[in-house]
């Protein structure tokens, strides 16, 4: 099945950016959409952005406006940027592919395939 490997994290300065990308192999044309989730450790992972297989975007309120995800269907590689980074965006940034539609955007449960995580940290 899909298979997805995340990199591009880091530790930045608040206000600062950073780019993160997805290479993601396998049976990607069956994919509804791809997402970027979030997760500190002890708490739920968050659901940040998700872009579908038309091109339609979503994005937590708490992002928009400062991040950008996208993708580049040549080369198969998932992106988020982002952008004017606060200290409460620290967290593990995880991609992850959705095969079907139903239900919101943000539950985690709906999406079958998950990389392993790249770490952001955002320090005052």
């Known amino acids: 099945q899909v298979q997805l490997v995340e990199s591009g994290g880091g530790s930045v300065q608040a206000g600062g950016s950073l780019t993160l990308s997805c290479a993601v192999s396998?049976?990607?044309?069956?994919?509804?959409?791809l997402a970027w989730f979030r997760q500190v450790l002890g708490k739920e992972r968050e659901g940040v952005a998700s872009i579908e297989s038309d091109g339609t975007t979503s994005y937590v309120d708490s992002v928009k406006g400062r991040f950008t995800i996208s993708e580049d269907h040549a080369k198969n590689i998932l992106y988020l940027q982002m952008n004017d980074l606060k200290i409460g965006d620290s967290a593990m940034y995880y991609c992850?592919?959705?095969?079907?539609?139903?239900?919101?955007?943000?539950?985690?449960?709906?999406?079958?395939?998950w990389g392993q995580g790249t770490e952001v940290t955002v320090s005052a």
């Open positions: 396998g049976y990607t044309d069956t994919a509804y959409c």
């Open positions: 992850t592919a959705r095969l079907r539609p139903g239900g919101p955007w943000t539950r985690q449960s709906l999406y079958h395939m």
